[in-house]
């Protein structure tokens, strides 16, 4: 990989806000799913911000999401955070080479 793609582009978008950052590290660092109810109650956001930020951090790659009735819920997609991180170490390593 020698540019920046598209995925690791949203990727870095869903780690740029803090609010998104606190929703990662105090809510999901569990590894637990957790709903847009839970993770407004647990951050002081309103349901719609959470909401919204959980729509940015899924589509990410940062969590994944199911839904099952009414509710969805959220957890950490670990495979593809690692697979980011990766390819961010790889462009990096590139760039910074003599």
């Known amino acids: 990989m020698s540019e920046l793609t598209t995925e690791l582009q949203e990727f870095l978008h ?4 803090e609010t998104r950052q606190r929703i990662l590290f ?3 660092l569990d590894g637990q ?3 847009v109810s839970q993770v407004a109650e647990q951050t002081g956001l309103g349901a719609s911000t959470a909401s919204e930020h959980l729509t940015i951090l899924k589509r990410s790659g940062l969590l994944t999401s199911r839904r099952e009735g009414k509710e969805v819920y959220y957890r950490p997609d670990k495979d593809r955070s ?7 170490t790889q462009l990096i390593t590139r760039c910074c080479e003599p």
């Open 82 to 88: 690692l697979t980011q991180l990766a390819h961010l």
């Open 33 to 35: 799913e957790h709903t």
């Open 26 to 28: 105090h809510v999901f």
């Open 14 to 17: 869903g780690l740029a806000s």
